[in-house]
């Protein structure tokens, strides 16, 4: 079974795609978090050494985002922005 025949399978569950859906912001901060790293050319290392610490701490937090354990800092979030050239903004939506 492939992960989207996988995905695809789960979701049809009620309570896994109520978990899912709770989990949509996480995700997608994640997904511009990379994309963000990737369009700077860095590396989990080089943000890390701009940010002033190792590349484990930015692994964690990379991977945290995917699996919803823990939710970073803004402080953090704007040192992951900065070290990709980038401004951090925060808005509420109604």
């Known amino acids: ?3 989207d025949e996988l995905k695809k399978t789960a979701l049809l ?11 949509a ?8 978090l990379l994309k963000a790293r990737q369009e700077a050319g860095l590396t989990q290392a080089q943000v890390a050494e701009r940010m002033g ?3 484990s701490a930015v692994a964690r937090l990379e991977s945290a985002l995917s699996n919803g354990k823990h939710s970073p800092s803004v402080a953090t979030l704007r040192k992951y922005a900065h070290a990709v050239n980038r401004r951090l903004e925060i808005r509420l939506v109604a």
């Open 1 to 3: 079974m492939t992960h």
């Open 13 to 23: 569950r009620e309570d896994v795609k109520a978990e899912y859906e709770a989990l």
């Open 25 to 32: 912001p996480e995700f997608e901060l994640l997904r511009t």
């Open 53 to 55: 610490t190792r590349a």
